[in-house]
């Protein structure tokens, strides 16, 4: 899968992956390198209003996204990795393109156009139809993992929306062509409790220990997140003393292009995932 012209891409990281999840971010700009994609941070990127901004005041969070869609250069698609984030910014495109005069608005409010043609990619958009069996014959690749893909209940976007691609099961195709074993579960899309978990952690920590649960009956070592901030809701809440471990999706593909030892990443989990991928020799 690797490529002789590299393609450069707009990034967007968002709040989490440039915080909390600071290991995603690296591993996710780290594997996109390693298979010929150029991530170009977004300049003086803003909250996309995925917080609370959207459920207090609409408008706000609605600039909020519009405002980084201004500072998108023009011709060169944008990328993020944070399903909440991506579903701010192609709720925003909606709205300049449909409400009248919201474009308008938008560019005297910024002082900057926006590209009305401006392609947001998502990474899972990135790596759909992509052959990861060829990327196997030349990397470590996953053999000995068997995981549970949890994609959280972001991809499955409002009925506005429904028409988007939210890629379920595109985890497990990957990984599994990486070499790793999928297992199956009923709880892949199941919501982890992210916007409960400050006002609400008992009603969360009950949701997160019945994912965890359900990930370990089904014979899982480990789960793989395609949402930041669902890995630190599920991290952080649950209640459970022996947990597995849980990667984000953009770790477990730097681990199979051999980009996992010597790395800072894991020691910022909660449950070290250390021990587990030593024993699978994914890691020295």
């Given at each position: 899968?690797?490529?002789?012209?590299?393609?450069?891409?707009?990034?967007?990281?968002?709040?989490?992956?440039?915080?909390?999840?600071k290991?995603?971010?690296?591993?996710?700009?780290?594997?996109?390198?390693?298979?010929?994609?150029?991530?170009?941070?977004?300049?003086?990127?803003?909250?996309?209003?995925?917080s609370?901004?959207?459920?207090?005041?609409?408008?706000?969070?609605?600039?909020?996204?519009?405002?980084?869609?201004?500072?998108?250069?023009?011709?060169?698609?944008?990328?993020?990795?944070?399903?909440?984030?991506?579903?701010?910014?192609?709720?925003?495109?909606?709205?300049?393109?449909?409400?009248?005069?919201?474009?308008?608005?938008?560019?005297?409010?910024?002082?900057?156009?926006?590209?009305?043609?401006?392609?947001?990619?998502?990474?899972?958009?990135?790596?759909?139809?992509?052959?990861?069996?060829?990327?196997?014959?030349?990397?470590?690749?996953?053999?000995g993992?068997?995981?549970?893909?949890?994609?959280?209940c972001?991809?499955?976007?409002?009925?506005?929306?429904?028409?988007?691609?939210?890629?379920?099961?595109?985890?497990?195709?990957?990984?599994?062509?990486?070499?790793a074993?999928?297992?199956?579960?009923?709880?892949?899309?199941?919501?982890?409790?992210?916007?409960?978990?400050?006002?609400?952690?008992?009603?969360?920590?009950?949701?997160?220990?019945?994912i965890?649960?359900?990930?370990?009956?089904?014979?899982?070592?480990?789960?793989?997140?395609?949402?930041?901030?669902?890995?630190?809701?599920?991290?952080?809440?649950?209640?459970?003393?022996?947990?597995?471990?849980?990667?984000?999706?953009?770790?477990?593909?730097?681990?199979?292009?051999?980009?996992?030892?010597?790395?800072?990443?894991?020691?910022?989990?909660?449950?070290?995932?250390?021990?587990?991928?030593?024993?699978?020799?994914?890691?020295?």
């Amino acid at each position: 899968m690797s490529r002789s012209k590299r393609i450069p891409l707009s990034y967007f990281p968002g709040c989490s992956m440039a915080t909390t999840a600071k290991e995603n971010n690296r591993s996710l700009i780290e594997f996109c390198e390693r298979i010929g994609y150029d991530l170009i941070e977004v300049p003086d990127w803003n909250c996309c209003g995925s917080s609370s901004a959207h459920s207090v005041d609409a408008e706000l969070a609605q600039d909020l996204a519009a405002r980084n869609l201004t500072l998108a250069p023009k011709g060169r698609p944008l990328l993020a990795a944070c399903p909440n984030c991506m579903l701010r910014l192609r709720g925003a495109q909606r709205h300049l393109a449909e409400v009248p005069d919201a474009q308008q608005r938008c560019e005297a409010r910024w002082g900057r156009p926006v590209d009305p043609n401006l392609k947001l990619i998502h990474f899972f958009d990135l790596l759909a139809g992509a052959d990861m069996k060829g990327l196997n014959k030349t990397s470590p690749g996953l053999k000995g993992m068997k995981f549970v893909p949890y994609y959280g209940c972001m991809l499955a976007r409002p009925p506005a929306m429904r028409h988007e691609p939210n890629h379920h099961g595109l985890m497990e195709k990957i990984l599994s062509d990486l070499g790793a074993e999928p297992r199956r579960w009923g709880y892949g899309a199941r919501c982890c409790g992210t916007f409960l978990s400050v006002v609400r952690p008992d009603v969360v920590g009950a949701m997160v220990d019945a994912i965890f649960r359900n990930a370990a009956a089904a014979g899982a070592d480990c789960l793989v997140t395609a949402c930041a901030m669902c890995h630190m809701n599920l991290e952080v809440r649950s209640t459970l003393q022996n947990r597995i471990p849980v990667l984000h999706f953009s770790e477990a593909l730097a681990l199979a292009v051999g980009e996992g030892n010597g790395k800072d990443w894991f020691s910022r989990h909660l449950v070290d995932p250390r021990p587990l991928l030593r024993s699978a020799r994914l890691i020295a």
